[in-house]
């Protein structure tokens, strides 16, 4: 009977160990998805962006513009086809520049509860990033 208490007792807590681990990595993923809003401008506007999964990649829409003098741009894809690098990484998506009206590859990490996001042109030789602040 001690031995297989002893045992019983490596099994529960190896599994114990495990559930943690796997909570870890999702909760690490779904801090990716949710309210995000972007830097503000030198005019000091400033986007709110939905962040959610679609399919197996990630992409964000706009929800709301803050200070802006055109709220034309809300409901506009802002970010497409992110896809999962690592646990707090995405890349190859695309992502949409209101102040140039044009799309640029795309990565976007997480970095201590804030978001990275970057434009790049030239194969990710120059980029254009901002950090992105979780929306209240």
Not at 24 to 52: P, R, Y
Not at 57 to 84: F, P, Q, R, W, Y
Request: proline share 1%; aromatic share 8%; net charge positive.
């Amino acid at each position: 009977m001690n031995r297989f208490f002893k045992q019983s007792l490596k099994v529960f807590l190896a599994c114990g160990v495990l559930l943690i681990a796997l909570s870890s990595v999702v909760h690490a993923e779904g801090e990716l998805t949710g309210l995000w809003n972007t830097e503000k401008s030198e005019k000091g506007a400033w986007l709110t962006v939905d962040i959610q999964p679609c399919g197996d990649k990630l992409c964000g829409t706009i929800v709301e513009a803050h200070e802006a003098k055109d709220n034309s741009i809300v409901g506009t894809e802002m970010i497409k086809g992110m896809k999962k690098k690592s646990d707090i990484a995405y890349s190859k998506g695309k992502i949409y520049a209101p102040d140039t009206m044009k799309w640029y590859n795309s990565k976007m990490k997480l970095n201590d509860g804030d978001l990275k996001v970057s434009g790049c042109v030239f194969g990710g030789i120059i980029c254009r990033s901002q950090t992105w602040t979780r929306a209240n």
